[in-house]
């Protein structure tokens, strides 16, 4: 659930670099697929994501899919805790945490000395328009710009290792995606005309506020994170 593909997530994962047979925390996770990723690549690793909405049948799909390597939790990542861990991932959660910065503070709880952070989130590619704002009811202060996101990440003691700012390739490709399953579902034979005609409402909505509002607007940043108050004094 982030404009971010395959190839991006890959070398996102790969400069984590988690210590060997360490552990792995995914907060907000989904259904496990980052998590799930790192782990695949990383056949010494073990790790935790924490879901509240996840589906029903998550957990057991993604203790299957690592060979019993990960859990899901189904918990409030702003509450959960249970252990350090070697790397963490955030990405698209910030809304959660109440920011970017709250995020980073919350992370820290979680983090072993000398981890590290995969932190993923929305920042404006160009100065946002009012069409953008409309479209995404929000406000021009509601993301930084990709400069104010690193200085933020260091007025909160981190510093970034790595960094990719998604293309507007991925950025289609996400929100083709997004739009595209929903009118799949909807124009499926027997669908509920009612429900056909809310899916096929919701996804005009939210593609004519891309296309017209915030696509080349509205970017993604992610950004692999040391911490750098670790091992120093309180």
């Known amino acids: 659930m982030a404009p971010?593909?395959?190839?991006?997530?890959?070398?996102?994962?790969?400069?984590?670099?988690?210590?060997?047979?360490?552990q792995a925390l995914d907060l907000g996770c989904g259904n496990g697929a980052w998590l799930r990723s790192l782990l695949d690549r990383r056949h010494d690793l073990t790790g935790a994501g924490v879901e509240l909405h996840a589906a029903r049948d998550a957990p057991e799909k993604l203790t299957a899919a690592t060979g019993g390597r990960a859990t899901l939790v189904a918990a409030d990542a702003t509450t959960w805790q249970n252990g350090a861990f070697d790397a963490v991932i955030a990405v698209g959660v910030a809304h959660v945490f109440g920011g970017p910065g709250p995020t980073l503070d919350a992370v820290r709880r979680h983090l072993a000395p000398d981890g590290r952070v995969l932190l993923g989130d929305g920042v404006w590619d160009t100065p946002p328009t009012a069409a953008a704002l409309r479209a995404l009811d929000a406000t021009a202060e509601e993301f930084p710009d990709l400069e104010g996101l690193v200085r933020l990440v260091r007025e909160h003691g981190y510093e970034p290792v790595h960094g990719h700012v998604s293309t507007l390739e991925e950025w289609d490709e996400y929100e083709w995606s997004w739009t595209g399953s929903l009118t799949d579902w909807a124009l499926e034979p027997g669908r509920d005309p009612g429900d056909r005609e809310q899916a096929l409402a919701a996804a005009v909505e939210h593609r004519d506020g891309w296309l017209g509002g915030y696509r080349g607007v509205l970017g993604f940043a992610s950004l692999v994170l040391a911490d750098a108050r670790s091992g120093s004094s309180p």
């Open 4 to 22: 971010v593909s395959d190839a991006s997530v890959g070398r996102l994962l790969q400069r984590l670099e988690p210590r060997e047979t360490g």
